[in-house]
T-cell receptor, first 114, second 113 residues
Framework: AQSVTQLGSHVSVSEGALVLLRCNYSSSVPPYLFWYVQYPNQGLQLLLK??????LVKGINGFEAEFKKSETSFHLTKPSAHMSDAAEYFC????????????FGAGTRLTVKP | EAQVTQNPRYLITVTGKKLTVTCSQNMNHEYMSWYRQDPGLGLRQIYY???????DKGDVPEGYKVSRKEKRNFPLILESPSPNQTSLYFCASSLDRVSDTQYFGPGTRLTVL
């Protein structure tokens, strides 16, 4: 069975500081990996995804993530936090070519302090 | 505008009263799915559909039904809702594979008393 662990249900950073949201997965086969962002009262929006191409993936809003197979990790980073980054972030993994096998992490709520 | 719509956005009901949450997409997507989101659990897939008349169970299908009679619509049916189905529900759609982006609806917050 595959699963996703997001370390830290809440992360707080100051505006302009580095954002690091951690995600580890367990999968018996090479996975497809995703980061989604959820703003209050909205649905999820795709930030970026890894689908077996380059291991360093760049997404929207200045976020990027690196797939590290040896560490089974897919951490999300952004060099400089902005107030508008405050949201909940979900890491997800799929073993399938389709979305029928998606597993989501529990989520990390990011707070950005002025 | 490309979008996934859900109705209603908010619903309070009582145990045992049948309800339907509608989902519609205007992107001609093959794949649609329903998730529920609960605090500390992330999103869990309820049902999915690979195409018209093709549906299958996700991880938490008990107490739910779906149908896919048209490509654009994928309603979620709760025949006899119970309090443990109080949750935030999301419909999502994608063209086909994980290389395509999955788009989410705005969510339906359901409370079952």
């Amino acid at each position: 069975a595959q699963s996703v662990t997001q370390l830290g249900s809440h992360v707080s950073v100051s505006e302009g500081a580095l954002v690091l949201l951690r995600c580890n997965y367990s999968s018996s086969v090479p996975p497809y990996l995703f980061w989604y962002v959820q703003y209050p009262n909205q649905g999820l929006q795709l930030l970026l995804k890894y689908t077996s191409a380059a291991t360093l993936v760049k997404g929207i809003n200045g976020f990027e993530a690196e797939f590290k197979k040896s560490e089974t990790s897919f951490h999300l980073t952004k060099p400089s936090a902005h107030m508008s980054d405050a949201a909940e972030y979900f890491c997800a993994v799929s073993r399938s070519l389709f979305y029928n096998d998606m597993r989501f992490g529990a989520g990390t709520r990011l707070t950005v302090k002025p | 505008e490309a979008q996934v719509t859900q109705n209603p956005r908010y619903l309070i009901t009582v145990t045992g009263k049948k309800l339907t949450v509608t989902c519609s997409q205007n992107m001609n997507h093959e794949y649609m799915s329903w998730y529920r989101q609960d605090p500390g659990l992330g999103l869990r897939q309820i049902y999915y559909s690979m195409n018209v008349e093709v549906t299958d169970k996700g991880d938490v299908p008990e107490g739910y039904k779906v149908s896919r009679k048209e490509k654009r619509n994928f309603p979620l049916i709760l025949e006899s809702p119970s309090p443990n189905q109080t949750s935030l529900y999301f419909c999502a759609s994608s063209l086909d594979r994980v290389s395509d982006t999955q788009y989410f609806g705005p969510g339906t917050r359901l409370t079952v008393l």
